[in-house]
């Protein structure tokens, strides 16, 4: 079966104490990795995708990277703005349109 | 603002009542897709919708249809429902099936 797992569950972090969240997947085939942000009662925001083991992406604190196995988020000296649930999904491949399977995220607190 | 707009908002209803939930895609996108995300839980994929057309069906429960309609919006309806059925429901679209999804804001659905 088809898994996202991620890792740690919860982290709080010092605000400028640089840190990296997990994403680990099992997957027959994979087509593509997308990171989101959710903030609560929220909907995830957009981050980063990710195609083939070798890239990263960047955007202010936030660089996505990805391996054959697993993908990492690093926060690179975070602000408290910074907290909130980070997710991972994957997009399968496969005839077709697959729907984006996702992890159960991260949930990251940065005290000032 | 993602560009993918959910009514209502709020929904409180009584078990056994039914409710719709309405979903409008960014401009251009063809793809939708409807997720569950209960307290505690990650999101669930329930349904996509690519041009009109089913693509791919999660854990969807059969008290629970979709569809969308030629202007590309969305219906998610549920019925008979339950205290379970609580939760935010989340609809996304994407250009294509295998880009990057763009969340809504959500429908909050409490059951009593």
């Known amino acids: 079966e088809d898994q996202v797992t991620q890792s740690p569950e919860a982290l709080r972090l010092q605000e400028g104490e640089s840190s990296s969240l997990n994403c680990s997947y099992t997957?027959?085939?994979?087509?593509?990795l997308f990171w989101y942000r959710q903030d609560p009662g929220k909907g995830p925001e957009f981050l980063f995708t990710?195609?083939?083991a070798g890239e990263e992406k960047e955007k202010e604190r936030l660089k996505a990277t990805l391996t054959k196995k697993e993908s990492f988020l690093h926060i690179t000296a975070p602000k408290p703005e910074d907290s909130a649930t980070y997710l991972c999904?994957?997009?399968?491949?496969?005839?077709?349109?697959?729907?984006?399977?996702f992890g159960k995220g991260t949930r990251l607190s940065v005290i000032a | 603002d993602s560009g993918v707009t959910q009514t209502p908002k709020h929904l409180i209803t009584a078990t056994g009542q039914r409710v719709t939930l309405r979903c409008s895609p960014r401009?251009?996108?063809?793809?939708v897709y409807w997720y569950q995300q209960s307290l505690d839980q990650g999101l669930q994929f329930l349904i996509q919708?690519?041009?009109?057309?089913?693509?791919a069906k999660g854990n969807i429960l059969e008290r629970f249809s979709a569809q969308q309609f030629p202007d590309l919006h969305s219906e998610l309806n549920l019925s008979s429902l339950e205290l379970g059925d609580s939760a935010l429901y989340f609809c996304?679209?994407?250009?294509?099936?295998?880009?990057?999804?763009?969340f809504g804001q959500g429908t909050r659905l409490t059951v009593v």
């Open positions: 996304a679209s994407s250009v294509q099936g295998y880009t990057e999804a763009f």
């Open positions: 919708y690519y041009n009109g057309e089913e693509r």
């Open positions: 401009s251009g996108d063809l793809s």
């Open positions: 990710l195609y083939s």
């Open positions: 999904a994957v997009l399968l491949s496969g005839a077709g349109n697959t729907p984006l399977v």
């Open positions: 997957v027959s085939g994979l087509r593509g």
